[in-house]
């Protein structure tokens, strides 16, 4: 730390010199990200509550409200009329909540150290969580679809199982799980079930499916328990703002700890000094787009996906994995790894990712990536692989 303090003006040099490091969502190079340019009103509106603690809700009251409108909404939109739950951090923090509780549900009538059904395409997520919450992972395999193999879930369920996590949108293929056919054995078997759609959740709702091709993800699943769900993905929303959903009170409440020197006497989130902007930027945003808002952009997104998945499949010694469901797209090459791949482009200055199951080349369609980018992309990928 300075003696003494910078000049304002020099201050704010360095600051823009830090600025400039960093890349921008509106130069549309950025593709492998799930979270994008927050949208301007929801800036405004973060700025304006700025300084709220939803930590201490007595202090921030229609903060507070703002939180429980926000829920009342998400769970609406997820099929849920009474919701209970919380705007956090984000998907990691949200599934750690959704498996706390079932741990907690679990350990009134078992003894023995408590099973995880996962599947191989969970978020590295749940690597933390079993580690921090002493739980056993059992994985699924994919099948030929790189979606849960459902047809194993029942051989893994034992007495020490205390929950299946399923995924609606998964973070290397975007792929929804059969949450419908597993919704049916968490339910038969009386097991906590818990839907990571921290992706899928912003975006399923404004597609538009007919009846035999819909996807059933939410709680119109009976089985399903809780909902991971991220506004500061496709919601638009500046970051950090996470969500998490229970269909019980009562599980939410299985958090709860006394805060005897605040204004509420309990807690029911891990985190405890919580910022309100976030939930003051989701408000505005739920308000200010509604679903016909929300509707356009999804389908903005899934065009450009289906766009830029036909220009890859007519592209020389480019092989796509898959047809895509939400907007990523995953695709490898003849002629160089996708590590390679990755290097050529980072020259270029496009940012992709890299995925593991598959190891293959990741594309993440956000709605700050138009279709003057995606062609500078594809004339950018096919140089780099006709260069030896």
């Not at 034992?158 to 597993?182: F, P, Q, R, S, W």
């Not at 839907?195 to 404004?206: E, Q, S, T, V, W």
């Not at 009562?250 to 985190?271: M, N, S």
Request: net charge negative.
């Amino acid at each position: 730390m300075l003696d003494k303090g910078m000049d304002k003006e020099k201050l704010f040099e360095k600051l823009f010199d830090y600025k400039k490091m960093d890349l921008d969502y509106a130069s549309g190079k950025i593709l492998g990200s799930m979270c994008t340019k927050p949208d301007p009103i929801a800036l405004e509106a973060y700025k304006l509550f700025i300084e709220t603690n939803l930590g201490d809700p007595g202090l921030f009251t229609g903060t507070a409200l703002m939180e429980r409108e926000v829920i009342g909404v998400l769970g609406e939109l997820l099929h849920l009329f009474n919701p209970s739950g919380h705007i956090v951090t984000g998907g990691t923090e949200a599934n750690l909540m959704a498996m706390a509780v079932a741990k907690k549900l679990f350990l009134e009538n078992h003894e023995g150290v408590p099973e995880v059904i996962l599947p191989e395409s969970a978020h590295f997520s749940f690597k933390k969580i079993t580690s921090m919450l002493s739980l056993k992972p059992v994985y699924v395999p994919l099948n030929d679809e790189y979606k849960t193999d459902v047809s194993v879930i029942e051989s893994l369920i034992n007495d020490n199982t205390m929950a299946i996590v399923a995924i609606a949108g998964t973070t290397e293929l975007g792929l929804v799980d059969d949450i419908e056919k597993i919704s049916e054995i968490a339910y038969k078997n009386n097991i906590y079930l818990h839907i990571d759609a921290a992706f899928g959740g912003f975006i399923i709702p404004f597609l538009e499916y007919d009846n035999e091709h819909a996807l059933n993800f939410d709680f119109k699943c009976k089985g399903v328990s809780s909902i991971t769900i991220d506004p500061h993905k496709m919601g638009l929303a500046p970051v950090p703002a996470g969500g998490i959903i229970f269909r019980y009170s009562e599980h939410l409440e299985k958090l709860a700890v006394e805060t005897p020197y605040l204004t509420k006497d309990k807690q029911t989130t891990i985190v405890g000094t919580r910022s309100g902007a976030g939930t003051a930027a989701i408000w505005t945003l739920l308000n200010y787009y509604g679903k016909e808002g929300y509707k356009k952009a999804v389908t903005q997104a899934i065009k450009l996906t289906n766009y830029t998945y036909e220009k890859l499949l007519d592209m020389e010694n480019i092989n796509v994995t898959c047809k895509p469901e939400l907007n990523i797209i995953s695709f490898t090459s003849n002629i160089k790894s996708p590590k390679q791949v990755k290097q050529e482009l980072y020259e270029y200055g496009w940012r992709i990712s890299v995925s593991a199951n598959p190891y293959a080349m990741r594309l993440v369609l956000m709605p700050h990536v138009k279709q003057e980018h995606i062609d500078n992309f594809l004339k950018d990928l096919n140089e780099i692989l006709k260069r030896e």
